[in-house]
Structure formats: C-alpha cells, structure tokens
C-alpha cells in the first residue's frame, strides 16, 4: 500500500536537503526523502576536509561516472565525480564556496518567465545561508546554516600566487563573494572547526528532528507515477522489492545526470528518443538530457625550489590533524608536488 506525502524529495543532494529543511518547516507537512547512496557517516572520507580527495577515488559515495570515448579528446573518457550518499556532492567536493559571477544571473533573468533569478533577487538567499567569517555587511550573510570561513595562507606557497597575480596586473580582491569577483583571492570555503559543512549536517539531519520527514537511503527511482500529465508519484526499489509512494508534489533534485535520466525513464523527454526505448511519451520535451554544460578541470604539478611543499600534508597521519602540521623537509631540497594536493580544485558546487 502506498504511502501519502505531501511533498516527496528525489535526491538528498544539496537542493534536496535545502528544500527537506525549508518544506519542513510547516509542521502539518509530511515529507519523503528518498536516496540513492548510503548515510553519510563516515568522519574521516566526507567530513575532514583534509581526505576531500579520497572519496573521488572510489565510488563509495561518489557515482563515479565517466563518459564514453570523446571525439574531440582523441578517444578520452573523461571522469565526472557526483556525490551518491546523503548530502549528494556536498559530501564529497572541494568546499570550496564559490557564488556565480552576478551577470550571470542577470543574463538569465533577461531571458522570457525568469525575471526573478536576477542578482538582486539571488542575493537575499545568498545571505539567508551562511554566516561569513567576513561578518555582516550587503553582500554576506552572519546567521545562515552554512559556516564560511577564509585560511590564513600563511604558507610562502600562497603568498607567492597572489604576488604573482598582481605583478600580472590583476587586482587582490578581499571578498570574492561581494562586490567584486574579479581578482586573485584567498578562496572561501564551506567548512568550520576542521569538519565539511555538507548540505546534509547544516540543513537536512537538523531538519529531521522535528520528525515529519521520513530518509530513506539506498534507493534506486524507477520512474515517476503520473495521472495524465501531473506528477503523483514514485516508483523505486528497497532492498530489491519494488514499492510505490503517493504525493501530493513531486521534486526531483537528482543531480544534472540523474534527474534528465530519471525524466526520460518516465515518459518525458525527445519524443523518438522515447520511442526508440520503447517508453510511452508522458512530454515531448527535446530539452531533457541536453546542453549539460560545466567548467573543466586539470592538475597542475610544480616543484618547490624552497623546502615549503605542502606535499607532507597529504600523507594519511597529516590528514588525521587536519594538515595544520607539516613535516619539516631537509634545506634546499626540491619537492615535488603531488597531484592529490591540488584535487581541491575539483570542486562541483
């Protein structure tokens, strides 16, 4: 027998958790949350964010895509890490806490029915979730769920890049989430005390207290359920038996892989695509699955010709410590650079 919800969540990424805690907070409102991957329980590979590379080297929590061969990189597969545990990608990238470029937003908001994603009306929600270690001012938050905070870069290492920026004639810039983006900075990041702050610990685990949202993990979603063309409900699987889940809204936040894959399966997508699959065409939208666009990303390795490298900090006993300490390296020697310690750039925000 299927169970009624008012809203069922796809996904406990890091829009499913942001609107688990928001929809929540309506005490008459029951909510399902359903997930692919498992809880996100494990201190040292998604909660210290010294290990943030190990959970891209194995698809424990990470779905650990590739794509097939490309054309146009002589037959090369390219690796695309997506988060599959509770707190999606948020468990697993970067942290480092990066907004959009704000024409960004008004390039959008100049397009037809999205009047409303401007910058001006983005920024309030900006602010609402975090607490910027910059303090309150018109373009940063101090009472949000999400902790942002700013390293010291003491390290020579560090100072030397933002010296570097300005003798290319590029300007320091003090908050790269205010008023200018332009520039070399120290990069923000989503963490406080040495712990990750996931979308899961800041906005989901909070909001299950009150006790009208229902987790379940290890879910596989088959399809959307649909009477005529709305949205009623969900097919999935738990521990292998198939089962069924009645709402009276449907929000699907499976990711940029998932959710068009999750559409398809149900009927709505490229009407021959569908039929090609032999699945009855709910929505003949060409869109779906299309247009996947995000930023590249390479390792760049350098050697040290001072005894700075924070290649130390990346040894299994350091990331213990949080890499606050370094082993002292013998004077003068030239060390090479790991590519772990620059797998922070592999962020997916």
């Known amino acids: 027998m299927a169970q009624d919800y008012d809203f069922i969540i796809i996904g406990a990424g890091s829009a499913g958790c942001v609107l688990a805690n928001r929809l929540g907070e309506n005490p008459s409102v029951r909510i399902l949350v359903l997930e692919a991957g498992p809880m996100d329980r494990s201190l040292y590979m998604l909660r210290m964010p ?13 779905w650990f895509y590739h794509s097939e ?47 409303s994603w401007s910058y001006g009306h983005c920024l309030p929600y900006f602010k609402k979730m975090e607490t910027s270690a910059l303090g309150p001012s018109a373009y940063r938050g101090a009472d949000g769920p999400i902790r942002v905070t700013i390293p010291d870069c003491a390290n020579p290492l560090f100072q030397a890049f933002l010296q570097a920026g300005q003798q290319a004639g590029y300007a320091l810039t003090e908050d790269v989430n205010g008023y200018r983006q332009e520039g070399f900075y120290r990069m923000e990041r989503s963490t406080f005390g040495g712990v ?5 610990r800041r906005y989901l685990h909070p909001a299950r207290e009150r006790g009208n949202i229902d ?56 009407r021959e695509e569908l039929r090609a699959l032999e699945i ?55 060390v090479s650079q790991p590519a772990a310690s620059f ?3 592999r962020d997916q925000l």
């Not at 988060?83 to 990066?98: F, K, P, Q, T």
């Not at 470029?101 to 100049?110: F, S």
């Not at 930023?295 to 350091?318: E, K, M």
């Open 280 to 334: 009855p065409v709910i929505a003949d939208i060409p869109g779906v699955g299309e247009n996947l666009q995000d930023h590249l990303d390479f390792l760049v390795q350098y050697r040290c010709t001072q005894p700075v490298s924070l290649y130390p900090a990346t040894s299994r006993r350091l990331q213990y410590l949080g890499g606050r300490e370094l082993l002292p390296q013998p004077r003068g020697r030239r």
């Open 50 to 62: 010294a290990a943030l590379a190990v959970p891209l080297e194995s698809d424990r929590y990470n």
């Open 69 to 115: 061969p490309e054309p146009h990189l002589d037959g090369r597969r390219v690796y695309y890490p997506r988060g599959r545990v509770v707190g999606g990608s948020s468990s697993i990238n970067g942290m480092v806490y990066l907004r959009g470029n704000p024409l960004d937003y008004e390039r959008w908001a100049a397009m037809k029915g999205l009047g």
């Open 196 to 200: 990750r702050s996931s979308a899961a």
């Open 343 to 345: 797998r922070a750039g």
């Open 215 to 270: 987790l379940k993990i290890k879910i596989r979603v088959s399809r959307l359920l649909f009477d005529g063309k709305r949205a009623n409900g969900v097919e999935f699987f738990e521990n292998g038996r198939k089962r069924k889940a009645r709402g009276g809204e449907i929000i699907l936040s499976a990711g940029a892989i998932n959710s068009p894959q999750i559409l398809k399966l149900s009927g709505v997508g490229p």
